[in-house]
């Protein structure tokens, strides 16, 4: 079975500086996606980036990108330039592919704030 | 521009009682999933929905019933409300194919006293 482990459940950043929150995950497929969610207070469960197993390159949103290290099964997410909005429970997801229905299987979260 | 909605968005009930979730989507997505996210488990899958009328057991399907009559329409219901199904649900649905993003509802706070 699947499983994906956020070794870091708090994490602090000055604002304007860049953050790194890790995530690592066991599977024996070799097509899947994994995913970064953003959870703010208002418990709104929103997309920050994705990234498919079979690309190499890495994925980027303007100041979010990642590290993907399949080899390694890790994922880690870079956020550049942090602003006081990126405070959130951060989840690392992985979409199973071929069993049911393509459900995601997440982290137990990394809270992060973000200090003025 | 609705996207995916769920009612209510908080609801208190008593032990023993039925309870529906509601769940909406605009966009004609062919699935919908149902997750329960508590303290030191983060979110797992209770039931799913690959289209209308074809729905399937998660990881914690005890106790919830779904359906689907409708493509947009996803209800969860609990048929005898336990104070273990004290939870935020959330509703999330994405395109025909298991390879798609899948986007969220705002959730429901349910509490069971």
């Known amino acids: 079975a699947q499983t994906v482990t956020q070794s870091q459940p708090e994490m602090s950043v000055q604002e304007a500086e860049t953050v790194t929150l890790s995530c690592t995950y066991d599977t024996s497929e070799s097509d899947y996606y994994l995913f970064w969610y953003k959870q703010p207070p208002s418990r709104q469960m929103i997309l920050v980036i994705r990234q498919e197993a079979y690309k190499q390159q890495n994925a980027t949103e303007n100041r979010f990108s990642v590290n993907f290290q399949k080899a390694a099964k890790s994922f880690s997410l870079k956020i550049s330039d942090s602003q006081l909005g990126d405070a959130a429970m951060y989840f690392c997801a992985y979409r199973v592919v071929y069993n049911q229905g393509g459900k995601l299987i997440f982290g137990q979260g990394t809270e992060l704030s973000v200090k003025p | 521009d609705a996207g995916i909605t769920q009612s209510p968005r908080y609801k208190i009930t008593e032990t023993g009682r039925q309870v529906t979730l509601m769940c909406h989507q605009t966009?004609?997505?062919?699935?919908m999933f149902w997750y329960r996210q508590d303290l030191g488990h983060g979110l797992r899958l209770i039931y799913y929905?690959?289209?209308?009328?074809?729905?399937d057991k998660g990881e914690v399907p005890d106790g919830y019933v779904v359906s689907r009559s409708k493509t947009e329409n996803f209800p969860l219901t609990l048929e005898s409300a336990t104070r273990s199904q004290t939870s935020v649900y959330f509703c999330?649905?994405?395109?025909?194919?298991?390879?798609?993003?899948?986007?969220f509802g705002p959730g429901t706070r349910l509490t069971v006293l």
């Open positions: 966009w004609s997505h062919s699935y």
């Open positions: 929905s690959a289209a209308a009328d074809i729905t």
């Open positions: 999330a649905s994405s395109t025909g194919t298991s390879f798609g993003t899948q986007y």
